[in-house]
């Protein structure tokens, strides 16, 4: 499989703030992004793949930030495209043995985590995220351990390592519930990975919290100044951003949320046309699933700049379909998680999911009895 090697730059974030307390400590790192095939190459690859997966017994999960092909291949085969999270509650409650994660590798731990007897397999495990990188789990331990009266609150995009220190997991779809019921409790929080997605859940609840200092090198790159000169270039533009983007981008948008809620937004809004600032990754998903719509994205350093992550997350780029077809025909680059890590690693996202799953039935509860009263 041919490939090609790019660096990735990211300035450390600014730690002049106090309440950033935490250290993002990677600066730079790597990628090998495969070359593209050619249409016959695709074509050829993609039935391959179809049929290593029934002749293995196994599932595709893809993450809304991969390829496109790979994202169409997953469903076409019985598979799934979503977030981090629905991906491995997908692949644990699927009768595959075997889960192909196209995504980064806190995604297929997590998958792991949630399906231990399973195999898991990932077409690059050196696939990583900028999040992931800038939480190592020894320098976590010691800023919770400096911080004993908080409560522990990661996301989902941080190592196993990580999550096992955690006493809640969240996502950017349940954050701000999860964090706004733990401040009625009474609890202070300690926040990691990320610093804007923190801020954003601080502004909107009012917690107490500290922050690690982390940042995703692709939504720390939206830049406010463009995207208003963008918006008078679309004034019908209705702009959809994702909280891990800075607080003045965020300040920007018409609709806030995770990528699930950037979709349903999409469909459900009196627009013809969208600003997106999320990975790039998203144009194929809303494109396909809104035709008469118009999507652009966001701007990130701007024309006159270097961009750094141009809108695309460097890690997802190194999955394709080659190392997809691969994975399945040598079970290679398999992940492998500490079974007694993965248990502590458990804990936290049981504890998410249970809140959530209580959520979902109360709100149904409370949709019936609506309707009742109605009638």
């Known amino acids: 499989m041919q490939t090609i090697t790019i660096a990735v730059d990211y300035d450390q974030p600014d730690t002049s703030d106090a309440s950033v307390a935490g250290v993002c400590s990677t600066r730079h790192a790597w990628a090998r992004v495969p070359v593209e095939p050619t249409q016959a190459e695709r074509a050829a690859l993609k039935d391959k793949i179809r049929s290593l997966l029934k002749a293995k017994n196994a599932v595709m999960v893809s993450h809304y930030y991969v390829h496109p092909d790979l994202q169409d291949l997953a469903e076409e085969t019985g598979g799934l495209v979503s977030d981090s999270l629905e991906m491995a509650r997908f692949g ?19 998958a792991k985590i949630l399906s231990p007897e399973k195999r898991v397999l990932m077409p690059d495990l050196d696939a990583t995220c900028s999040l992931d990188l800038g939480c190592p789990a020894d320098e976590f331990s010691a800023f919770c351990d400096a911080h004993p009266d908080r409560t522990v609150v990661v996301y989902a ?43 954003y859940i601080q502004r909107e609840t009012g917690a107490d919290m500290v922050f690690w200092n982390g940042a995703c090198i692709v939504h720390d790159e939206f830049k406010a100044f463009e995207l208003e ?38 469909r459900d809004m009196d627009a013809k046309e969208f600003i997106v600032a999320t990975d790039n990754g998203m144009m194929h998903k809303l494109r396909t699933l809104n035709p008469g719509k118009v ?66 039935k109360a709100l149904a509860a409370g949709s019936l009895q609506a309707h009742l009263g109605a009638a």
């Open 157 to 199: 995009n941080t190592s196993a390592a990580v999550k096992a220190r955690a006493d809640w997991l969240v996502t950017s779809s349940c954050a701000l519930d999860i964090v706004r019921a733990l401040k009625d409790q009474g609890q202070k929080i300690l926040w990691a990975p990320d610093r804007h997605l923190g801020g």
């Open 229 to 266: 000169a963008l918006k008078k270039e679309h004034p019908g533009a209705k702009v959809l951003v994702h909280p891990e983007s800075p607080a003045d981008v965020v300040a920007l948008a018409d609709a806030v949320g995770s990528t699930s809620a950037i979709l349903k937004a999409a």
């Open 92 to 110: 644990r409650d699927h009768a595959a043995q075997t889960l192909v994660v196209s995504g980064v590798k806190f995604m297929g731990e997590t």
């Open 295 to 360: 999507f652009y994205e966001a701007p990130t350093a701007g024309n006159s700049a270097t961009c750094k992550s141009c809108a695309h997350c460097p890690w997802m780029a190194m999955n394709g379909l080659a190392g997809l077809a691969h994975v399945l025909e040598t079970g290679s680059n398999e992940v492998q998680v500490d079974p007694a890590l993965g248990l502590l690693a458990r804990r936290p996202i049981d504890r998410m999911l249970a809140f959530t799953a209580a959520q979902k």
